[in-house]
């Protein structure tokens, strides 16, 4: 009979690799492990990177657009502000009312012409009125003036430069100097009388530069035309004025 070899005493505490199996099915824990090189992560690590640089995209975006919105939502707001200012200023220029004027005083300087000075002088002063409520009327150089009998040019003047107040009116002296023509017989007539008053009717034309300003508005310079018509009782001394009507065209 064959003798049995006795086991080393580490053999003895040694399991069974069938029982290990055994009690690690027994105990419901698995534990699997796979080489390093064939671990798969979801989602990819590369779709991690691309979502970061579309976060970093959009926050730059966002600034960006945010800053040309409002610029849009100012330049918008400043032009309808700056339209209805002028808006409300054409409104107000357009209905605006033309000056008025009338003749204060009616003066015939050196009546009889010596060698010196052949021709008479004419000093006409006039009142001009701006009926406006809220419009300046600015009269500008380059305003002429004529005087008229019988639609015959007998003395020409300038008319003066002035700034006018809304609702103001203004009093202002012209000089008409004779024309080389020869003054007609009626009024050498009127000049010359002493005791019997010769009536005598003028009219006057004039051309003035006139711009309109409300505040920081201001048009350009459009002349208006004026003329009036007028009678004298003499053109000797004391001339009285009779009759007149005055009328302003734009």
Same mark, same amino acid.
């Given at each position: 009979m ?5 086991l080393?005493?580490?053999? %003895?505490?040694?399991?069974? !690799? ?22 798969? $992560?979801? !989602?990819?690590p ?16 966002? !600034? ?8 849009? *939502?100012?330049?918008?707001? *400043? ?6 200012? +002028? +808006? ?24 009889l ?23 300046? *009327? ?16 007998i003395?020409? +003047?300038k ?6 107040? !809304? ?6 002296k ?16 009127? *000049? ?25 508005l201001?048009? +350009? ?12 009782d003499?053109?000797? %001394?004391?001339? $009285? ?6 009328q302003?065209?734009?």
């Amino acid at each position: 009979m064959a003798e049995r070899v006795p086991l080393p005493d580490n053999a %003895k505490h040694e399991p069974n !690799p069938i029982e290990t199996s055994e009690l690690a099915s027994g105990s419901g824990t698995y534990i699997v492990q796979v080489p390093k090189d064939q671990i798969y $992560r979801f !989602p990819p690590p590369e779709h991690a990177v691309l979502a970061e640089r579309h976060r970093h995209l959009l926050q730059q975006k966002r !600034p960006c657009c945010s800053c040309c919105l409002c610029i849009f *939502i100012s330049v918008i707001i *400043i032009a309808l502000v700056l339209g209805l200012i +002028g +808006g409300i200023g054409v409104l107000v220029f357009l209905q605006h009312k033309s000056p008025k004027f009338q003749i204060v005083n009616f003066l015939v300087n050196n009546p009889l012409p010596n060698h010196n000075q052949k021709h008479p002088e004419y000093d006409i002063a006039l009142k001009a009125e701006n009926p406006c409520q809220r419009v300046r *009327i600015l009269y500008d150089e380059g305003g002429d003036a004529s005087l008229f009998f019988k639609q015959q040019e007998i003395a020409t +003047g300038k008319y003066p430069t002035f700034d006018q107040a !809304p609702q103001n009116s203004t009093v202002f002296k012209m000089i008409f100097r004779g024309s080389k023509i020869t003054l007609p017989k009626e009024m050498e007539k009127s *000049i010359k009388s002493t005791n019997q008053k010769v009536h005598i009717s003028l009219s006057i034309s004039m051309g003035v530069p006139i711009r309109l300003k409300m505040g920081a508005l201001k048009t +350009g310079s459009k002349k208006a035309s004026v003329s009036c018509n007028l009678t004298v009782d003499t053109l000797a %001394k004391h001339t $009285r004025i009779l009759s007149q009507e005055c009328q302003t065209k734009r």
